[in-house]
């Protein structure tokens, strides 16, 4: 069974996409993280690291099944020739674990890309050149107008190999800042990882599930949300956005569910 967390009507499931090690060592990641910080890191998650000392990464999707719908958050690192095949360990295994959650690309019907890298992309469009389609065919793809501003600076292949194939198909709808979901839930803008960079919330009661992106990529930034990532294209809104999230908890029980972690769920 797959892990998942129920708020309210709402059911987010945690899709496994493959697992790998970072491309650079950690202490490059986070420079300004002490021995004391990465020791506590550590106890929280040691699957983070691997026998080799490597940043041992998950690479996940989420599943929110509603009342009204499927959305998914992110697409994965993708088939074998996706974006992120110099780098990840493609190809993934979304569509198995989208199938294990009963859940067929057709009923899908959001797609919320957190931000333009590769690995949270992979499986939005499949295709060679001149072939290219959404993987999710009924689906509404949701990325920040900021973003996609922002291509050229994140990854200009992008353009091509995602966005052209989206807007030709009519599936892709950018936002400016927060909106709702039509299936429950709301997009959160949390910008600073990449300009546009998005994130979802779902609440019911005092009880809330944010499905985080790249906000925070280690148990190192949860324990101490100052610390910049090297690979955060503004640091301080970053944080910014990082300390925002965190504070929801101070209105109840908060839980995360993001990618990189060992575990998928963390309650913070």
């Given amino acids: 069974m797959l892990p998942s967390l129920r708020v309210g009507p709402h059911t987010v499931i945690a899709l496994s996409d493959g697992a790998g090690p970072f491309f650079a060592p ?11 910080q990465w020791a506590a890191a550590d106890r929280f998650d040691p699957g983070a690291l691997d026998a080799e000392g490597r940043w041992w990464l998950r690479f996940r999707a989420f599943a929110i099944r509603g009342e009204h719908g499927v959305t998914l958050v992110d697409a994965g690192i993708g088939p ?17 674990a989208l199938a294990a959650a009963g859940i ?21 469009v499949v295709g060679g050149e001149g072939a290219a389609r959404p993987f999710f065919p009924n689906a509404e793809y949701l990325l920040q107008r900021a973003e996609l501003d922002a291509i050229d600076a994140i990854n200009p292949q992008l353009r091509s190999r995602l966005v052209d194939p989206l807007r030709s198909t009519g599936r892709l709808r950018l936002l400016d800042g927060d909106a709702p979901l039509r299936g429950g839930g709301r997009v959160i803008a949390t910008p600073g990882h990449t300009p546009g960079h998005q ?24 324990l101490h949300p100052a610390l910049a990532y090297a690979h955060e294209m ?10 925002r999230v965190l504070r929801a908890r101070e209105a109840g029980v908060l839980h995360l569910a993001t990618p990189h972690l060992t575990e998928p769920f963390v309650a913070r």
């Fill in 80 to 96: 074998a020739g996706s974006p992120a095949a110099a780098w990840a360990p493609v190809p993934g295994v979304l569509p198995e």
């Fill in 26 to 36: 950690r202490s490059e990641a986070f420079p300004d993280a002490t021995d004391e």
């Fill in 104 to 124: 067929a690309p057709s009923d899908v019907d959001t797609v919320v890309l957190t931000h333009l890298h590769t690995d949270h992309v992979g499986w939005a």
């Fill in 199 to 222: 994130s979802v919330l779902v609440s019911a009661g005092r009880e809330s599930v944010a499905v985080t992106g790249d906000l925070l990529v280690h148990a190192v930034q949860l």
């Fill in 234 to 243: 503004d640091p301080a809104r970053a944080r910014e956005s990082r300390e």
